[in-house]
């Protein structure tokens, strides 16, 4: 089973403030997914990369898979990030996701 | 699109009692995956189907679970009888590939009294 880690397990920043959240896997994978998670509940897929980097918005999603790690970075942070961030990676497989414990973020104004 | 469609938001029942989940995937999509979150356990996957077939059911915790996936545009998860340990949130996602982005549902929030 792939181990899925998260760094840090909670965090919280001031408004404006650029943010990193970390997350490392133990073995190959042919996907890794940040999913963002609301108070709310509802889950909403926000990346899915298998290689290099991807942008939306104010997020920013980069891998590497030699070092089996992968971040997720909020630039100009606003208190409506406030969530949890999951990090889930797709096994070798193909479809089973394993997923990190997540991140809880809260922006404060 | 309106996106998996999840019913009911919210399940309240008394041990002992069947519960039945359900899913409506996006049209389209032919992977579906049951997923349950716990605040101990976190998101664990339940059972993926492919074009309906049932592929991996070994996350279902015990014979008490069981799901189905009739067509294409529906799914079930049924406990039966309920218990205590099965209150959380129960999530679909659906994926128009297994390699591609998933869309999750707004889950089911159950809760076994």
């Known amino acids: 089973k792939n181990e899925v880690e998260q760094s840090p397990q909670n965090l919280t920043a001031q408004e404006g403030e650029f943010i990193t959240i970390n997350c490392s896997y133990s073995v190959g994978i042919s996907a890794l997914h940040w999913l963002q998670q609301h108070p709310g509940g509802g889950i909403v897929s926000l990346f899915m990369l298998s290689s290099g980097k991807k942008k939306h918005g104010r997020l920013i999603a980069t891998i590497n898979i030699q070092e089996k790690h992968s971040s997720l970075h909020i630039t100009a942070s606003h208190p409506r990030d406030s969530a949890v961030y999951i990090c889930a990676a797709n096994s070798n497989s193909g479809y089973a996701l394993n997923f990190g414990k997540g991140t809880s973020l809260l922006v404060t104004p | 699109d309106a996106g998996v469609i999840q019913s009911p938001r919210h399940e309240v029942t008394e041990m002992g009692q069947e519960v039945t989940l359900r899913c409506k995937p996006i049209?389209?999509?032919?992977?579906l995956f049951w997923y349950r979150q716990t605040m101990m356990r976190g998101l664990e996957l339940l059972i993926y189907f492919n074009n309906n077939v049932p592929i991996d059911d070994s996350g279902m915790p015990e014979d008490r679970f069981s799901a189905k996936m009739p067509n294409a545009s529906f799914s079930t998860l049924k406990i039966q009888p309920s218990e205590p340990r099965d209150s959380a949130v129960y999530f679909c996602a659906s994926s128009i590939q297994v390699d591609y982005g998933y869309t999750f549902g707004s889950g089911t929030r159950l809760t076994v009294v």
């Open positions: 049209s389209g999509h032919n992977s």
